[in-house]
């Protein structure tokens, strides 16, 4: 659990919540400090160093300077105002992905929705939703939701983000003009129970529609005793499910195989959890632990 306290409504962060929010190594802060008194921390009454909201901020700041190559000798020499002024002058690097997070990380702790749509805006029509959904968006929806469960940020932030990204989901997936395939394959996409995030399921929703594929789109939290039901009304050649809530547990495969009892077509199963546990082989189930296994599988139907 990462440490931290509120006064008056300020959060105050360790060394170690810094680190984990930006990436930077607690060692390299440190060194920063030392040798050119860079964002020094705060101190409690009790002499207990920490960092708080603005520094946070900075330090984002100073992070994305120093990944479009700029030494930290030189940011030191520079205000609060010229960092900024000069990130500002970066955030159009759309094809910088870390840039990029770091941005949208930013405009997350500030919860300014209109820099992070426009952020996200830049993003896909420069990169395209595909790559902007690898190298940006699940990147940080993963930091976010383990900021979110160790305390580092509120759950509001998680909750601020998620919904943004879906409704430019929506939008995305609506742009679509569905090409016309012959005989496409049909999809039963749904979250089971204790299942909330719909980020990646969306996603999916939109490379079937890419594809020309018909699908039943069901959302969150189905009861296991609806989907088969669905399942003999709809009669889908597969179904399709996104595993990313540590509310699931450990025992992923439990969940996978509960999924398959209510089901008698082959299940696809994709999701930040996949790539984290050991999945048991199973000859109706397709693991999906990236785009480019789920791009892959679409293009071989």
């Known amino acids: 659990?990462?440490?931290?306290c509120c006064q008056i409504n300020v959060k105050k962060f360790s060394i170690s919540d810094i680190e984990n929010l930006?990436?930077?190594k607690a060692h390299t802060i440190r060194a920063w400090e030392a040798r050119y008194n860079l964002v020094p921390p705060k101190r409690t009454p009790t002499n207990i160093r920490f960092y708080d909201e603005d520094d946070l901020k900075l330090l984002l700041n100073?992070?994305?300077?120093?990944?479009?190559?700029?030494?930290?000798?030189r940011i030191a020499k520079m205000d609060k105002k010229q960092i900024a002024d000069l990130v500002l002058q970066f955030q159009a690097d759309w094809n910088n992905d870390t840039v990029q997070v770091l941005h949208l990380s930013d405009a997350i702790l500030k919860y300014d929705e209109i820099a992070f749509s426009e952020i996200l805006s830049g993003c896909i029509e420069e990169m395209g939703l595909i790559k902007t959904m690898d190298l940006v968006l699940f990147p940080l929806m993963k930091k976010t939701g383990m900021l979110w469960q160790t305390g580092a940020i509120d759950p509001s932030h998680e909750h601020f983000a998620s919904n943004l990204i879906r409704d430019k989901l929506i939008v995305e997936i609506d742009k679509?003009?569905?090409?016309?395939?012959?005989?496409?394959?049909?999809?039963?996409l749904f979250l089971p129970e204790m299942e909330m995030?719909?980020?990646?399921?969306l996603f999916a929703r939109y490379l079937l529609k890419k594809c020309g594929m018909d699908t039943l789109y069901l959302g969150q939290e189905i009861p296991y005793a609806d989907v088969k039901k669905v399942v003999t009304?709809?009669?889908?050649?597969?179904?399709?499910?996104?595993?990313?809530?540590?509310?699931?547990?450990?025992?992923?495969?439990?969940?996978?195989?509960k999924v398959m009892d209510h089901l008698d077509i082959p299940l696809l199963v994709a999701g930040s959890l996949i790539s984290e546990f050991d999945i048991l082989v199973h000859n109706q189930l397709k693991p999906l632990k990236n785009v480019c296994d789920i791009v892959d599988f679409l293009e071989e139907l």
């Not at 659990?1 to 931290?4: A, D, E, G, K, S």
């Not at 679509?176 to 039963?188: A, I, N, T």
């Not at 995030?197 to 399921?201: K, S």
């Open 176 to 188: 679509v003009v569905k090409p016309v395939k012959d005989k496409p394959k049909r999809f039963l």
């Open 62 to 73: 100073i992070v994305t300077l120093n990944e479009k190559g700029y030494k930290i000798s």
């Open 1 to 4: 659990m990462f440490n931290y």
């Open 197 to 201: 995030h719909e980020t990646g399921l």
């Open 233 to 257: 009304a709809y009669r889908p050649d597969y179904a399709f499910v996104v595993l990313t809530s540590l509310n699931l547990g450990k025992d992923i495969n439990k969940i996978i195989t």
């Open 22 to 24: 930006i990436g930077i």
